[in-house]
């Protein structure tokens, strides 16, 4: 049987990752990511959505509550992300995607 490997790590395989990184980093030069379209440089400054250019975790970890074919036996990674630009009114998560909480990661540290 094939070993099976997520589409995404095709990306190590090819030209495509630094591609997508140049593509994201000009995005945040010119920030149209969210619905406020300000335009902003994200590099420079907050946008009016809160959100600079720092990633921030607040937690990661494995993940065993998905459906077996998804998760393997040793779980799914699992990744939360806080400084949502979306603001949504009845964000379930709220505490960590709305308030910039946990650790930075710079962008060559991260994926790992």
Request: net charge negative; with cysteine.
């Amino acid at each position: 049987m094939a070993k099976l490997w997520p589409i995404y790590r095709s990306l190590l395989d090819t030209s495509e990752l630094p591609t997508r990184l140049a593509a994201a980093e000009l995005a945040l030069a010119d920030c149209y990511l969210c619905g406020n379209d300000c335009g902003i440089d994200r590099t420079r400054q907050d946008g009016p959505c809160g959100v600079a250019d720092t990633l921030y975790v607040a937690s990661y970890g494995p993940h065993h509550g998905e459906e077996g074919v998804l998760r393997g036996h040793r779980g799914s990674g699992t990744v939360f992300f806080s400084g949502c630009n979306l603001h949504c009114v009845y964000c379930q998560n709220y505490d960590v995607s709305q308030q910039v909480t946990g650790f930075t990661v710079d962008a060559p540290g991260w994926p790992r």
